[in-house]
């Protein structure tokens, strides 16, 4: 007894332990970023994916990328994780920060080696971060929001690397249009609510040229009835979230009914009620109606003969964009209606045929606070992607307007924060300082990317560019990633927003953290043989 083993786990726990997890998780996070790295840069590659119902993605967006992948390591998928992280957050730099999180553990691995303890290599990692964001404030510098040109070479910087760069101006426009529009100050505090308020939809069909922001709301419906006006100048629009039928009962209700008269009076206050309500919309006189719910045909035939149009069973989203477009307040009974509910914001309403189906349009609103950006291209592949492209696009210029700072793009601002890095490595003492300057050393990686991923010479241009940055005043020297040669980024207008930069930082060097500090991995998942396996045992 006293020289046997002691079992405490269940044996078909699987588990591992110290230094052969920490290979294992920087491994899988190393595996992670080189399927990520061909997609950095003006330069990038697309990658297609096939999802398990056949249909297929292609694209070059990091979180796109992974989302779409399975994995099965744990902490590849924390990999994964960070990556939406980053673009629920800022909305780009998705592929970057796979990058830089693969090459801050792959830089950890030799001290680890060395025997040199996880807590260390972590306080030097938290060190450098807290240095890294310091200095990239020091780097950054302010802009005028409200200087257009300046704004579009921004949100260009960040279509560049995108399948829509062809057709950059078009989206620049576009992304800056939306997103000035959905802009609020609520007492000096801005609040841009891209998600609700700019919608994007995508028609099949036509080219990408025919693609714009529509100064109101689009909404894929027709008209109720055939004979309402498809066409009316200056609408008054009212918006309702309630049905124009008769309530049915919740439950089922039985009636017992002894005279016939009764039978015609029930049938009679269906149509009083409905009349009731018909009446209550036209007392408000509107020219347009939309509800979230149905319409009976009674209803339509009162509105109609008061020539009012209808259209039934918008989306609730729908309706708070119709109604931010065009300053009317949604009503929730009809006999609340009053004159203030009445929208009268917009210019024009006009039913269209695209392609194959009928689309409502509520535009030349004179001070929309919501939108719709019509996409045209020409399969669903292609829309699909050209709605990303226009998300990172809006969320770009959405991160500049709340913070109207800037850095460097091109790698410039990971080599001049490297530089700084370095040269404080110097002054610290100890053993922390390797670790400390590694980290330094990792936010290479992007420049290097940018380099290979053109296709000339990483090492000697990567030496010549760490060259450039010990020189004075060259902080704003980065790869050209359509040449792959050093080029100054206010020569060629690359900037990149300080928010994104930052968050790209901190999210990467936290997930090295988080992941070196893992040294023991217990799964306990059976495999499904072995179930079986001792099931049949036990029926024995």
């Given at each position: ?82 990556s939406r992280t980053q673009d629920e957050e800022v909305g780009d730099g998705t592929t970057s920060v796979i990058i830089l999180a693969g090459e801050m553990l792959a830089v950890a691995e030799q001290f680890l080696e060395q025997q040199m303890h996880p807590t260390v290599v972590i306080s030097a990692y938290r060190q450098a971060l807290e240095d890294m964001l310091n200095t990239l404030k020091d780097i950054s510098t302010p802009v005028d929001v409200n200087d257009r040109d300046m ?63 529509l100064s109101g709301v689009m909404v894929n419906k027709d008209v109720t009835h055939p004979r309402m006006r498809r066409l009316i100048q200056n609408p008054r629009i009212v918006l309702l979230d309630c049905s124009l039928e008769f309530k049915k009962g919740e439950s089922q209700t039985d009636i017992e009914i002894t005279r016939e008269e009764d039978f015609t009076r029930i ?274």
């Amino acid at each position: 007894m006293l020289g046997g083993p002691v079992l405490v786990l269940n044996q078909n726990i699987k588990r591992e332990s110290g230094h052969k997890v920490q290979t294992g998780n920087i491994g899988a996070a190393k595996t992670i970023a080189d399927i990520i790295r061909t997609c950095l840069g003006p330069r990038a590659m697309l990658k297609m994916l096939l999802d398990p119902m056949g249909g297929i993605v292609m694209t070059n967006d990091g979180n796109a990328i992974l989302r779409e992948i399975q994995v099965q390591h744990p902490a590849a998928k924390s990999m994964i994780e960070i990556s939406r992280t980053q673009d629920e957050e800022v909305g780009d730099g998705t592929t970057s920060v796979i990058i830089l999180a693969g090459e801050m553990l792959a830089v950890a691995e030799q001290f680890l080696e060395q025997q040199m303890h996880p807590t260390v290599v972590i306080s030097a990692y938290r060190q450098a971060l807290e240095d890294m964001l310091n200095t990239l404030k020091d780097i950054s510098t302010p802009v005028d929001v409200n200087d257009r040109d300046m704004m579009i070479k921004i949100i260009n910087s960040a279509i560049d690397t995108k399948a829509l760069s062809r057709w950059s101006d078009l989206a620049c426009s576009i992304a800056l249009d939306a997103v000035r529009t959905v802009e609020m100050d609520n007492n000096g505090r801005k609040e841009i609510d891209i998600k609700k308020y700019a919608k994007v939809e995508k028609v099949p069909g036509g080219i990408i040229e025919d693609s714009r922001v529509l100064s109101g709301v689009m909404v894929n419906k027709d008209v109720t009835h055939p004979r309402m006006r498809r066409l009316i100048q200056n609408p008054r629009i009212v918006l309702l979230d309630c049905s124009l039928e008769f309530k049915k009962g919740e439950s089922q209700t039985d009636i017992e009914i002894t005279r016939e008269e009764d039978f015609t009076r029930i049938l009679e206050m269906e149509e009083e009620y409905i009349q009731q309500i018909c009446e209550d919309i036209i007392r408000v006189k509107p020219d347009l109606v939309f509800t979230e719910k149905g319409i009976s045909d009674l209803a339509q035939h009162y509105l109609m003969k008061a020539n009012i149009t209808a259209i039934r069973r918008i989306r609730k989203t729908d309706n708070h964009r119709i109604a931010r477009a065009c300053g009317a307040r949604i009503a929730s009974r009809t006999d609340e209606l009053r004159d203030d509910y009445v929208g009268t914001g917009a210019g024009l309403f006009e039913v269209k045929k695209i392609g194959d189906e009928y689309f409502t349009f509520v535009t030349e609103c004179k001070d929309p606070k919501a939108c719709t950006i019509l996409l045209r291209g020409a399969s669903k592949e292609i829309l699909a992607e050209v709605e990303r492209n226009l998300q990172d696009a809006m969320q770009v210029c959405r991160n500049v307007l709340l913070q109207p700072c800037l850095v460097p793009g091109g790698g410039a601002v990971e080599m001049a924060v490297s530089q700084r890095l370095t040269e404080r490595s110097r002054s610290l003492t100890g053993v922390q300082q390797w670790p400390y300057r590694a980290a330094a050393q990792a936010l290479e990686v992007v420049p290097r990317t940018l380099i290979q991923n053109c296709g000339s010479c990483a090492i000697r241009t990567l030496t010549s560019l760490r060259a450039k940055h010990t020189q004075e005043r060259s902080g704003v020297w980065g790869v050209n990633g359509e040449t792959g040669a050093l080029a100054d980024m206010t020569a060629l207008g690359i900037w990149e927003p300080l928010a994104v930069k930052a968050q790209t930082y901190k999210t990467a060097v936290e997930t090295a953290i988080l992941l070196l500090r893992i040294d023991d991995i217990v799964s306990g998942h059976k495999k499904k043989g072995e179930e079986q396996a001792q099931g049949g045992q036990g029926a024995e």
